[in-house]
């Protein structure tokens, strides 16, 4: 098997993936990058990184001749610029969600991925949450019958301690590909188009930062090659709601509603009247055996990180996104959620935030193939 050498850029949650990549047969050795100098000390001394491999200047990590690969986990406003820098060096690259915060530069990372001939994957947590691999494997097996409607929701509170200034005011779709991508990956289609909604007002110093005026975004898409139209809502401050990142989806035969409240249960309809509360089963089966217990809640290490306070955990999904991203690369193909995927699922929720501010106008998603 070939050996691969990744370097993981980000240590918020980014340090989650350095010991699942560490136990995968497909790794030779992983660095990291950060430029908090006793987070470095802190992790090179706990998973006994080598010296040659802990960067805190991240130009530094695509000049590296022996480096296979880079995991980029950082602020959004960092992802293109970081993600262009990596393939235009000619290496690997996962990024965390989103592609990136406008449509040129997805066009950009579709434009370098090409010319570098390298695996591109985003790192969508979403697709790889035990609960969307139970209804996608209900809608792949017919279980489901006919989709006939999916609804996705991504609704948190970021004025909790914790999250970067950023954050602040960012509009509600510009990052929406955690309530988009599983509606879109159930159907096995792309957005076409889309019409979305404002609602509700933020606080006017949220609203100025980036003149977004909007507490609540929902937007309808239109899907390429189906008749079904999905619906997303995205809110993120001045919205008194428990974290929830969710997806229903209804059929002639089955339908699933993600549940209510954390750990109550979800929602099965198998036909009339029926209904049951259930809970998902694990995906460890799905993953090699080296790496298939990191689907388990205890093994996130730092479990007040807000991201996992919000976010439950991400579902079980970091192994499945290790798994995916380097056998892509072993095996030569493109990843499950390569550049093009990443720019629809992307610009999705970049062309809702658009249709929003201009009052609900139907907006045509780009076709990055």
């Given at each position: 098997?070939?050996?691969?050498?990744?370097?993981?850029?980000?240590?918020?949650?980014?340090?989650?993936?350095?010991?699942?990549?560490?136990?995968?047969?497909?790794?030779?050795?992983?660095?990291?990058?950060?430029?908090?100098?006793?987070?470095?000390?802190?992790?090179?001394?706990?998973?006994?990184?080598?010296?040659?491999?802990?960067?805190?200047?991240?130009?530094?990590?695509?000049?590296?001749?022996?480096?296979?690969?880079?995991?980029?986990?950082?602020?959004?406003?960092?992802?293109?610029?970081?993600?262009?820098?990596?393939?235009?060096?000619?290496?690997?690259?996962?990024?965390?969600?989103?592609?990136?915060?406008?449509?040129?530069?997805?066009?950009?990372?579709?434009?370098?991925?090409?010319?570098?001939?390298?695996?591109?994957?985003?790192?969508?947590?979403?697709?790889?949450?035990?609960?969307?691999?139970?209804?996608?494997?209900?809608?792949?097996?017919?279980?489901?019958?006919?989709?006939?409607?999916?609804?996705?929701?991504?609704?948190?509170?970021?004025?909790?301690?914790?999250?970067?200034?950023?954050?602040?005011?960012?509009?509600?779709?510009l990052n929406g590909t955690h309530a988009i991508s599983p509606l879109l990956r159930i159907n096995n289609t792309k957005a076409e188009s889309v019409v979305c909604h404002g609602s509700g007002r933020l606080?006017?110093?949220?609203?100025?930062?980036?003149?977004?005026?909007?507490?609540?975004?929902?937007?309808?898409?239109?899907?390429?090659?189906?008749?079904?139209?999905?619906?997303?809502?995205?809110?993120?401050?001045?919205?008194?709601?428990?974290?929830?990142?969710?997806?229903?989806?209804?059929?002639?035969?089955?339908?699933?509603?993600?549940?209510?409240?954390?750990?109550?249960?979800?929602?099965?309809?198998?036909?009339?009247?029926?209904?049951?509360?259930?809970?998902?089963?694990?995906?460890?089966?799905?993953?090699?055996?080296?790496?298939?217990?990191?689907?388990?809640?205890?093994?996130?290490?730092?479990?007040?990180?807000?991201?996992?306070?919000?976010?439950?955990?991400?579902?079980?999904?970091?192994?499945?996104?290790?798994?995916?991203?380097?056998?892509?690369?072993?095996?030569?193909?493109?990843?499950?959620?390569?550049?093009?995927?990443?720019?629809?699922?992307?610009?999705?929720?970049?062309?809702?935030?658009?249709?929003?501010?201009?009052?609900?106008?139907?907006?045509?998603?780009?076709?990055?193939?």
């Open positions: 098997m070939k050996q691969i050498t990744v370097v993981i850029v980000g240590m918020g949650f980014g340090k989650e993936f350095i010991p699942i990549y560490q136990k995968h047969p497909a790794i030779k050795r992983v660095g990291i990058c950060t430029r908090n100098p006793e987070t470095l000390k802190e992790l090179k001394e706990r998973f006994n990184l080598d010296d040659d491999l802990i960067f805190t200047n991240y130009e530094d990590v695509p000049k590296r001749a022996d480096v296979d690969a880079i995991h980029i986990v950082t602020p959004v406003p960092e992802h293109a610029r970081m993600t262009l820098a990596s393939l235009n060096a000619g290496k690997h690259t996962a990024c965390t969600i989103p592609m990136a915060m406008t449509v040129e530069d997805c066009k950009a990372i579709v434009e370098a991925r090409k010319k570098s001939g390298k695996v591109y994957m985003m790192m969508e947590t979403a697709l790889y949450t035990r609960e969307f691999l139970y209804g996608l494997k209900l809608a792949e097996s017919g279980e489901l019958g006919r989709i006939q409607f999916v609804r996705g929701s991504h609704i948190q509170d970021m004025s909790m301690p914790g999250w970067d200034e950023y954050w602040k005011g960012y509009p509600p779709m606080s006017e110093d949220l609203a100025s930062r980036y003149g977004s005026p909007f507490a609540v975004e929902t937007a309808t898409f239109t899907l390429k090659n189906s008749d079904v139209v999905a619906e997303a809502t995205r809110s993120l401050f001045d919205v008194v709601r428990q974290y929830r990142e969710s997806y229903d989806v209804y059929g002639t035969k089955m339908s699933f509603e993600w549940e209510q409240l954390q750990d109550e249960g979800h929602s099965v309809f198998d036909g009339g009247e029926n209904a049951r509360r259930m809970e998902c089963p694990d995906t460890d089966d799905m993953l090699i055996p080296e790496i298939a217990h990191f689907t388990k809640r205890e093994k996130i290490d730092d479990p007040n990180h807000v991201s996992f306070l919000q976010g439950a955990g991400h579902g079980g999904s970091h192994p499945h996104l290790v798994q995916e991203f380097l056998a892509a690369i072993v095996e030569g193909r493109e990843s499950a959620v390569d550049a093009h995927m990443a720019a629809n699922y992307t610009c999705a929720g970049i062309c809702a935030h658009e249709s929003a501010m201009n009052g609900g106008k139907r907006i045509q998603i780009p076709d990055f193939e």
